[in-house]
């Protein structure tokens, strides 16, 4: 039998608590008879998105495969993520949230990444006969599993709350199960992580929990959540859940599930039902659901005729930045 493979993913420092974490765990998942492989973000040269939207009108006009227009270190790191069976992931705080450069990546994954719009291209080409080399790459729909690790030097844990929900967004594309996640905050307490041996031994559980779900033989126990806290949402099991505008209902934040709420025994209890559920964006219908938007709601260019003109007078209007004759610090002189 083929090996499973799993990659991990560092948004850390070089040798720092990301670097050793994400490590540590693929050591577990290599002596579980994995097949694993590494990479640091940080020594890769991928630029930002630029919001051109080019690899979704390619799928929705049948002229694309769905891939990023632009081609640098990105499409090591995509051929890295086909590849795999499951991923580890661990990013660092900076500022409350993910570091920018996992933003990038998640923009670069994004839309040209997402099933729907893969799938829907995939059986239109299928049924019109169009050669692989035409068709988006059925390593697409592989059903992958993640564990998301977030580090911060904060002791307290409001500092580093964004963080591991936003990680959430490299799983949304291709609809990855997240089955564990750990936040770890309180790092500047030790001069490294290998100096704290309750978060390695999590870590050696993290590589335990994903070779157990790729090694899994039935879709339940593949998607089981391995995680310590079950959460306030049974989807992505996190705690980021924010009042509908009417204050009588509550949505999951990470992954949009919609539901109402309770008090009982003094604990706030959300109540969904499996409909709402399978609108979450992690979910199939969520995401097909979000891809009809696009499809049939999206104004195409040329809508409206005079649109230079109407641009005009902001194309003109370009004031300087503000100039102070005495500053001093990072400005060049």
């Given amino acids: 039998m083929e090996k499973k493979k799993v990659l991990g993913i560092s948004f850390g420092r070089k040798m720092s608590n990301c670097d050793i974490m994400v490590k540590h765990a693929l050591m577990e998942c290599e002596k579980e008879g994995c097949e694993v492989a590494f990479i640091r973000a940080d020594d890769l040269n991928i630029s930002n998105c630029t919001g051109c939207i080019a690899c979704v009108i390619g799928m929705i006009s049948q002229r694309g495969r769905g891939y990023c227009v632009r081609h640098d270190d990105f499409d090591i790191l995509d051929e890295a993520i086909m590849e795999?069976?499951?991923?580890?992931?661990?990013?660092?705080t900076y500022e409350t949230s993910v570091t920018g450069r996992f933003k990038t990546i998640c923009d670069r994954i994004g839309p040209s990444h997402d099933i729907t719009f893969r799938k829907a291209l995939y059986d239109q080409g299928v049924e019109a006969g169009w050669p692989e080399e035409k068709l988006p790459d059925t390593r697409s729909f592989k059903k992958r599993q993640a564990a998301l690790i977030s580090v911060g030097g904060a002791m307290t844990e409001n500092w580093i709350a964004l963080t591991l929900p936003m990680m959430y967004e490299f799983t949304f594309p291709m609809a990855i199960d997240v089955v564990d996640t750990v936040e770890y905050y309180g790092a500047m307490a030790h001069e490294s992580v290998l100096g704290y041996p309750e978060m390695m031994d999590r870590m050696t559980k993290v590589g335990q929990n994903i070779a157990a779900s790729v090694k899994a033989e039935t879709e339940e126990e593949r998607i089981k959540w391995r995680g310590e806290?079950?959460?306030?949402?049974?989807?992505?099991?996190?705690?980021?859940?924010?009042?509908?505008?009417?204050?009588?209902?509550?949505?999951?934040?990470?992954?949009?599930?919609?539901?109402?709420f309770s008090i009982e025994d003094g604990k706030l209890v959300m109540h969904y039902t499996d409909e709402e559920l399978e609108r979450s964006r992690l979910?199939?219908?969520?995401?097909?659901?979000?891809?009809?938007?696009?499809?049939?709601?999206?104004?195409?260019?040329?809508?409206?005729?005079?649109?230079?003109?109407?641009?005009?007078?902001?194309?003109?209007?370009?004031?300087?930045?503000?100039?102070n004759p005495n500053a001093f610090g990072n400005l060049k002189k």
């Fill in 283 to 323: 979910r199939w219908g969520g995401k097909l659901e979000h891809s009809t938007e696009i499809k049939t709601q999206a104004q195409p260019s040329g809508t409206i005729k005079n649109l230079k003109e109407l641009k005009a007078p902001y194309a003109a209007f370009n004031p300087a930045p503000f100039e």
């Fill in 229 to 260: 806290e079950e959460g306030a949402c049974p989807i992505c099991h996190t705690r980021m859940i924010q009042l509908d505008h009417d204050a009588k209902s509550a949505c999951c934040v990470v992954c949009g599930s919609n539901g109402t």
């Fill in 84 to 92: 795999s069976d499951a991923v580890i992931l661990a990013c660092p």
